[in-house]
Structures are given as C-alpha cells and as structure tokens.
C-alpha cells in the first residue's frame, strides 16, 4: 500500500519479516499493475544459492547477502537506477515504435504493447491529447502518468514527443523519397521547424542528415 501511496522508485526489503517474507512482498509487488515497474533490492542473511534464486525468480532486481556495508547497498542502488537511465537513453535514439527495454515484467511488457498499439494508430494526428491517450489506455490520468512514468521514465507528453521522433528517424531511413516537412506531418508535427528542433534534440543532427546517412555509423556507435 506504501509503494503505491508514495510512487517508490525503488524499494528495498528484508527477506525475514514478520507475517509475509520479502520473496512473497516481492512478488506480490512485481505481480501488481501499479507496482510492477518498481526496483527491488532484497537483503537477507539467507545467502544459499537456493535462497538467492528464490528471491531473482521473485523478481527481485538485485539479492545484497547480510552483513554486507552501506557503500556497497548504495553502490547496488546507484547502479539500478544508473542502468535504467542508460537503457532510456538507448530507447529515444533507437528508430520506430518499440517496447522500452526497461519493462522487465509481463505486466511491464503488456502495458508498454498497448502503449505501442494505440501511437502506431495514433501518432499521425496532430490534436491526439494526453488525455485521449489515456482513455484509450483505460485508465485515469493520475494512474496512467504514474504508471508511464514509472515504466519508461518519461512523462506522457514526454513518452509521445519522443515516439514520434522514434517513428520519424525510422521514416527518414526507410523511406528517403519523403521531404522533411512530410515525414513532419506523418508523426503528428504540423510545424516542420518546431519537428526539427526536436528531433535534432533527440538525435543529435538534423532529421536531413540523419536521411542522408550522414555520422549515423557514429551516432549508433555512440549509443551502444
């Protein structure tokens, strides 16, 4: 009930707790839509194999043995986060409409499909709102922002400003007859210069030379 009053954005559990073991806290929380996308680290005195694959087959993002010293949790949780900031920033310079590599659960992978499923229809139209968006999501607008958020690291307008440039890159690079301006109106953008200046943001150069191939060996190269 804490993790979803509070928006963890990460959680650390004893495994021996009075009245539900941190394996069963664990998996209850990786099970549960609303908390399902939130880290766990799970501390225990018990360090047997058997124990430690309870606790990863749980669900578990990281199992820290007893006694161990504060540097090294903290090193744990930096590296957490450190390692879904990475696999965001893969993600926005990746082309076309992807699952984010961050969803781990099946619960995380059915909500990042849907997400796909609706831009893919959606995506060339200007007037599509935040808020249509999470309606057809079937969710509230409090509930869906915390859950993007949570899954991808981007709010909802950010997620969608950063998939159309996704699905722009990919235009770019399939299709090349298409002039900047079309691929602009084809991702939702009426104003081809407010879509260059996004895109450039997101990409590093310039959507026409991201068509012409120009560096994007080393843009990839860079983003791996």
Excluded: W
Aim: net charge neutral; with cysteine; glycine share 6%.
């Amino acid at each position: 009930e804490k993790a979803r009053t509070y928006d963890a954005d990460l959680i650390i559990c004893d495994v021996l707790m009075p009245g539900m073991t941190g394996f069963e806290v664990t998996k209850k929380l990786k099970t549960d839509f609303d908390t399902s996308h939130i880290p766990i680290i799970l501390l225990t005195a018990l360090n047997s194999p058997e124990k430690h694959l309870e606790g990863i087959e749980a669900g578990a993002d990281a199992y820290i043995a007893k006694p161990f010293s504060v540097k090294l949790l903290l090193a744990r949780v930096f590296r957490l986060i450190e390692q879904r900031d990475k696999l965001r920033e893969k993600f926005s310079n990746e082309p076309g409409i992807v699952r984010p590599a961050m969803c781990t659960t099946e619960r995380d992978k059915e909500f990042a499909d849907r997400l796909a499923a609706i831009l893919e229809q959606n995506l060339a139209r200007p007037e599509f709102s935040i808020d249509e968006f999470a309606q057809l999501m079937k969710l509230g607008r409090t509930v869906f922002y915390r859950k993007l958020r949570g899954v991808t690291g981007y709010s909802p307008n950010e997620y969608l400003r950063v998939v159309r440039m996704k699905k722009a890159a990919e235009l770019l690079l399939s299709e090349d007859n298409l002039t900047v301006a079309e691929v602009s109106y084809k991702v939702g953008i009426s104003d081809p210069f407010y879509f260059s200046k996004c895109f450039k943001a997101q990409f590093g150069v310039a959507p026409s030379v991201y068509q012409r191939g120009v560096n994007n060996e080393g843009i990839n190269e860079k983003n791996e």
